[in-house]
């Protein structure tokens, strides 16, 4: 969407800064021990408190609250009783969420205590570079570019990114104009960044896999080759100059 008053921007700042901050508790609250189903419960307590409606369920019929992918699952995990987190384990929560009309999304990869898995590396280099593709981000740069830069700096850092999940534009709907944003570079995406528009930019950098597949349940994806992915995102307003990232407290 494009924000196009300042009840707009508030209206966006609010639901952002509420899937923000339940990104950042559920993080928090994450322990070797718990299921996946208990950690989306507590997030749906918090997103609850704020009357705030989880977009997986509410646009799409997720059979969950929030989505949360372990290890080799790269996203829209569903969240099990059965799924017992474990010290080591790769860890994503994405959370979106309606408040009074607008959307908000966030995500955020992190290993789970002692990094056992010696996985670090690549959850430093999905959020580095999204900070970085972040500041690089203003009104009339190209699309195509910013996902030039995600794939070679992955590339640089000794990982690949995903060319089957992308960012996108968001506001009124989770899912918005622009549709598209690549964690590579596009040359038949001559699109460019307009001031005023929102977007959710999010990395997803992999060990080896470029495409993921979606499994038996109908929505957990995952690379066939057994490939981590580690992914990182924020909901942020393109500007003249450095974007307004509306998910800041989400601690990414």
Known sequence: ????????FEGMKHASEVVGETLRKMIDHATPGMSTKELDEFGFEILSSYGANPAPNKEYDFPGWTCI???????HGIPSSTRILKEGDL??????AEVNGYYGDNGSSFVLGN???NLNPLVNASR???LGAISRIKGGVRIADIGGYIEKEAKRKGFTTLRNLVGHGIGLKLHDEPYELPNFNDPYNKQRFKVNTVVALETFISTQSRYVHTMADG????AKDGSFIAQHEHTL?????QPIILTSNNGI
């Open 237 to 241: 307003v393109v500007t003249d100059t």
């Open 115 to 117: 990094d056992l898995q």
């Open 69 to 75: 992918s372990v290890n080799q699952e790269a996203a």
């Open 91 to 96: 860890v994503n929560v994405d959370v979106s």
């Open 219 to 222: 929505w957990t994806l995952k």
């Open 1 to 8: 969407m494009s924000i196009r008053s300042n009840s707009d």
């Open 128 to 130: 580095e570079i999204l």
